[in-house]
Structure formats: C-alpha cells, structure tokens
C-alpha cells in the first residue's frame, strides 16, 4: 500500500465490527500483516478464532465479563490496564492494517488512556491502513478519517426478543 487511509466506522447500528473484519480477512487474503486490538470485549466471538487462524495478531480481554458500567472502580482501573497494555503490545507489531475495535467506546468510557491512542491514530506509520468502530466517536476520530461511515439502526431483531446468535451476531 502507498499510503494508508483511516476508516471510522461508528453509530448505533449493526456493522461496524462486521466491516472492520471484512477488510481485516481481504487484507489477510492480499498477503497483507494484520493486527487487531479488540477494546472492551472479553466474550467469544467468531470471526476472532477465524482470523487469528489466518495469522492476524489479536489483542482483547478486559477484567471480567461485567459491562463498564457495571464494574467496580478497582474492575475500571484493571480493564484499563489492560486495554493500555493491549494496544502498547500491538504498536510493537509490525501491522499493515491495524484495527481498533470499539475504540470510540473506549475513549468515551475513560477505558484507554485517550493519548495514547489518539497518538497511535495521529501518528500512524504512512502505509498502515487504521480503522477505529465505536458508536460516538470522539471530535478528533472525525476530522482524522479519510473513510467515515455512519451505520444507523433502523431496526433490530432484539427489539423483538430475538437474542444474539451465533455465526450471524457474534
């Protein structure tokens, strides 16, 4: 790649992650480095065990299985830690496309040091290709994007009860 862009994929619909590890196995099959950091998600997720098996590099976990807003002060400042840690670990990867997953929630939520990853984002080597998801995606992650995509929920199976599924939502 000659330069690479910056992708933000935000908003309150279904997607956004969907699309990320869509150009994530497209670079893969390209013959492409892909390393991912996964903030604020701990549970099993499909396309995770896939990817990773086709040699992307993948950073996730948090402390516990409790969504921020239920964790404790001590649970934040662990998961914190370790979101740090996660993306301190992946800069030190070489990476044609790095993704950072959920990194609008995480800045917005206080879960990563904002800096630091504002820097990752800012100062990005030439050729790496970057893409941020989240849902409110800071000023900053704006102005940055070369690519910006709003994805808007219209309608949801969970509204009628229907729960998360495998293969399809996780």
């Given at each position: 790649m000659a330069k690479g862009l910056i992708h933000l994929y935000w908003g309150d619909g279904k997607g956004?992650?969907?699309?990320?590890?869509?150009?994530?196995?497209?670079?893969?099959?390209?013959?492409?480095?892909?390393?991912?950091v996964q903030f604020l998600k701990g549970q099993e997720s499909g396309e995770i065990t896939l990817l990773s098996q086709f040699g992307a590099k993948i950073y996730r976990g948090k402390a516990g299985h409790k969504f921020v807003f239920q964790m404790t002060e001590e649970e934040k400042a662990e998961t914190r830690k370790v979101q740090d840690e996660n993306l301190l670990a992946a800069l030190q990867e070489p990476a044609d496309l790095l993704v950072l997953d959920e990194a609008c929630a995480a800045v917005q939520l206080k879960m990563v040091n904002e800096d630091l990853l504002k820097k990752t984002v800012l100062e990005k080597p030439e050729e790496q290709e970057l893409i941020l998801t989240g849902r409110n995606p800071a000023d900053w992650m704006r102005e940055a994007a070369d690519y910006c995509t709003e994805m808007h929920c219209w309608r949801h199976p969970y509204d009628k009860g229907i729960k998360a599924r495998k293969g399809v939502e996780f």
């Open positions: 956004k992650t969907t699309a990320a590890m869509g150009v994530a196995m497209r670079a893969l099959a390209a013959g492409k480095k892909v390393v991912i």
